[in-house]
């Protein structure tokens, strides 16, 4: 399973677009980039999915270059109720692989 | 979307006892589930993959015989925390995803479970 490394933390204000990059130095070809969003006592849940370039749904876009050593997650114009712990995780495209999580970047959003 | 449940939400128990938490797949059926344990502030840790009709896989470091895993069906599995101790005290939560490949997976709202 590919490694992940982000940001610990990251401060932003209401209104503001927030980009998290996590570096997946040893990605498989078929391995595939996913972000989830976790709040307080509560499940994660799925943000986005992407293999290479960009993807967007209604709530953010993710960023990966060609060499897919990396990826961005930009959350726009963000609102308070983004504040979250937000992970990055690499996962292979065969059968029901287990997801294990990284540290997550714990994301704050002041008024 | 999917939904996966899981009950209780919370629990408290006593030292000694055993607790048991269910995960269910509400509108799909799911072959494989996770159990992940989380400390406050950290991240989730895996302690095992839950499989219809047949033993658990479990993580390196997580005693199988106090964390007992049965997915006795294709919409549950359950998680028995056996002669619980202080600091079996997290949240627990489970997993699962509609079929193989890379779909998304679906969490529970999280156990908190509470030992003293």
Known sequence: ?????????MDSYEGQEVN??????????????????????????????????KVTNEVASLFIPADRKSSTLSLP?????????YYCLVEQNTGFQKLVFGTGTRLLVSP | GAVVSQHPSWVICKSGTSVKIECRSLDFQATTMFWYRQFPKQSLML???????????????????KFLINHASLTLST??????HPEDSSFYICSARRQQG??????GQGTRLTVV
Not at chain 2, 52 to 61: L, V, W
């Open chain 1, 1 to 9: 399973l590919a490694k992940t490394t982000q940001p610990i933390s």
């Open chain 2, 47 to 65: 302690m095992a993959t839950s499989n219809e009709g047949s033993k658990a896989t479990y993580e390196q470091g997580v005693e199988k015989d």
């Open chain 1, 20 to 53: 998290i990059t996590c570096s997946h130095n040893n990605i498989a070809t078929n391995d595939y980039i996913t972000w989830y969003q976790q709040f307080p006592s509560q499940g994660p849940r799925f943000i986005i999915q992407g293999y290479k370039t």
């Open chain 1, 77 to 85: 114009r963000v609102s308070l109720s983004d504040t979250a712990v």
């Open chain 2, 79 to 84: 998680l028995t925390v056996t002669s619980a």
């Open chain 2, 102 to 107: 890379n779909t998304e997976a679906f969490f």
